[in-house]
């Protein structure tokens, strides 16, 4: 799998600034299934980072692919970035809040030699930032 990860910025209600944070590429595992369960159990691919305060904050890219009967290829991926110290989504169940984050899947018939398909901000993470901020990222999976 490998992910392009861009941060997108605004100011005024205008896309004001995009950064490219990286392209990472690695191996993901690949499950027999519907894809319910494989998008609980994706692999991390690590390396990418975001400029942050003058320093750097880790970027976790996760994705995994599925194969069912039929045959149907399910891939989904997720990109997120939590700085130091956020407070959680709600009290006493939830994680830190991210400063952003995006997600998506695919679902195709056959076994395709590519797969690509993008993520879609969390329009909550959106909301919450200041500034607000997005995550852009391109997935492409390789057979």
Same mark, same amino acid.
């Given at each position: 799998m490998k992910v392009s990860v861009?941060?997108?910025e605004t100011r005024n209600g205008r896309v004001s600034k995009r950064t490219r944070l990286c392209e /990472? &590429?690695?191996?993901? @595992?690949?499950? $027999?299934d519907d894809g319910t369960?494989?998008?609980?159990?994706?692999r991390e691919i690590a390396g990418c980072r975001m400029p942050w305060k003058g320093g750097y904050?880790?970027?976790?890219?996760r994705g995994t692919v599925a194969?069912?009967?039929g045959p149907v290829t399910f891939a989904s991926a997720? /990109? &997120?970035?939590?700085? @130091?110290?956020? $407070?959680?989504?709600?009290?006493?169940?939830?994680?830190?809040?991210?400063?952003?984050?995006?997600s998506g899947?695919?679902?195709v018939s056959g076994i395709p030699a590519t797969l690509a398909f993008g993520l879609t901000p969390n329009p909550g993470a959106i909301l919450?930032?200041?500034?607000?901020v997005w995550l852009e990222a391109d997935v492409v999976v390789t057979n």
């Open positions: 861009h941060l997108l /990472v &590429s690695g191996k993901v @595992p690949v499950y $027999a369960a494989a998008r609980a159990y994706g904050l880790p970027v976790e890219v194969v069912a009967r997720f /990109v &997120s970035v939590v700085p @130091p110290g956020a $407070a959680p989504l709600c009290p006493d169940l939830c994680g830190p809040q991210p400063l952003a984050d995006s899947e695919v679902r919450n930032a200041k500034p607000p």
